[in-house]
């Protein structure tokens, strides 16, 4: 399985093409940064969580015909990612997304408008190591209030009709807010990919002016979840929604009440009138103490550059909830199944490089698990079957024991 993955990354995007031309910058290296790089990649691919792992299987059948080298040593791996160029690890990845979106893999959902959901996630915290690039926060312990060294990044994940694809990454610095990171985030990806999306969704951090004139200005659409530090537009809102009668809908199990405003000002720091979309969902649940039906109401409200003409409310209220996806199939995923909050090396260069690399890892098995296998396949085998055979192939001719054959 591992062999076919990375035969279909092969015809895919030319995988040995893109990473022959990975550099680390040391001089007249005994091994190369293309076999680190694709190391690297087959580690991701693999889910071991560990260069110390990765060099336990360099015994293996694997090895002898994917690398032209000898695998290289856990110090190796982690030394000659500390100078790699996360430009060329970005390549890769517009290289993957190009193929897909060329063979019309990834699809828009039903309403035609393709969905980019941005948010912050904190990869590890420590209180005993830092580098530079480190943020930092008191903790309160039992031993007294301590200082914690922590990394966040802001990745953007495009929301398919069926598979989602991260698109970037981009680290949250010291000393600026995750809107800052995330601004820097959406200029680069709208160049690299200026017709990937067409709405930009974020939780409430997100709905700011500063983000929603900046994103306006490029030509895209925001969302945004609408909470109480917008407490103008908010007020306004309900305001607005006691006056008005709401359309009903059943959807997906759930009885929602909507309320479409369009056209509010509330706000003069806006360059652009926002439309407030409410949502009042009700649905029946099993508590399993008792096994008693309960009924359960959530109320959302999200504050859009859209217009009724180009989205209307029930496009609106999916894209809205569409920002989980980022949180279940992204962070959780990796965090979980990918061993996303490991840290490789604490060097941030190294730390930014390894992420981008298991992005590439996530979105080459993502595509070949969903447009190479056949559905007959899929409904029998689920992900995590696939990544243990994946992993049991690495691990084929690897010795008992030092000693062994």
Not at 271 to 298: I, K, N, Y
Not at 308 to 313: G, L, N, S, V
Not at 366 to 380: D, E, G, M, Q, S
Request: net charge positive.
């Amino acid at each position: 399985m591992l062999a076919r993955i990375l035969q279909y990354g092969q015809k895919l995007l030319d995988l040995r093409g893109l990473t022959a031309c990975v550099r680390d910058g040391r001089q007249a290296p005994q091994i190369s940064a293309a076999t680190v790089a694709r190391s690297v990649l087959v580690m991701m691919l693999t889910r071991l969580g560990s260069f110390n792992a990765l060099e336990q299987t360099g015994k293996g059948r694997f090895w002898r015909r994917f690398l032209e080298d000898d695998l290289p040593s856990a110090r190796t791996l982690g030394r000659s990612c500390v100078g790699m160029q996360e430009e060329q690890i970005r390549q890769m990845n517009r290289a993957l997304y190009a193929r897909l979106k060329g063979n019309k893999a990834l699809r828009p959902p039903w309403h035609g408008l393709m969905v980019a959901v941005l948010d912050g996630h904190e990869t590890h915290a420590t209180r005993r190591r830092k580098c530079p690039s480190c943020l930092q926060r008191k903790v309160n312990t039992r031993h007294g209030e301590r200082t914690e060294y922590y990394h966040r990044m802001v990745d953007m994940l495009l929301v398919g009709q069926d598979i989602c694809f991260h698109l970037d990454s981009e680290p949250v610095r010291p000393g600026e807010d995750e809107v800052a990171a995330a601004i820097r985030l959406f200029d680069r990806v709208v160049e690299a990919y200026p017709r990937a999306f067409d709405v930009v969704v974020g939780d409430g951090l997100y709905a700011c002016a500063p983000f929603f004139n900046h994103v306006n200005a490029r030509g895209k659409d925001v969302l945004a979840v609408l909470k109480d530090e917008q407490r103008d537009l908010l007020k306004e809102a309900r305001e607005l929604c006691g006056q008005t009668e709401p359309t009903e809908h059943d959807r997906d199990g759930r009885h929602c009440q909507w309320w479409d405003l369009p056209g509010c000002r509330t706000s003069c720091r806006y360059e652009m009138p926002v439309r407030v979309v409410c949502s009042r969902e009700t649905c029946t649940v099993e508590r399993q103490l008792d096994g008693q039906a309960e009924q359960q109401t959530s109320v959302w409200v999200w504050q859009t550059t859209l217009s009724p003409r180009r989205a209307w409310t029930v496009p609106v209220v999916e894209m809205g909830h569409s920002r989980w996806k980022i949180e279940n199939e992204g962070f959780n995923e990796l965090t979980t199944r990918w061993h996303g909050d490991h840290v490789y090396r604490h060097d941030p260069q190294a730390m930014r490089v390894l992420w981008l690399i298991l992005l590439v890892a996530v979105n080459l098995f993502t595509a070949f698990y969903h447009r190479n296998l056949k559905p007959a396949v899929r409904a029998v085998y689920d992900t995590l079957h696939m990544a243990r055979q994946i992993l049991n192939e690495l691990c084929v001719g690897v010795p008992p024991h030092p000693g062994g054959p």
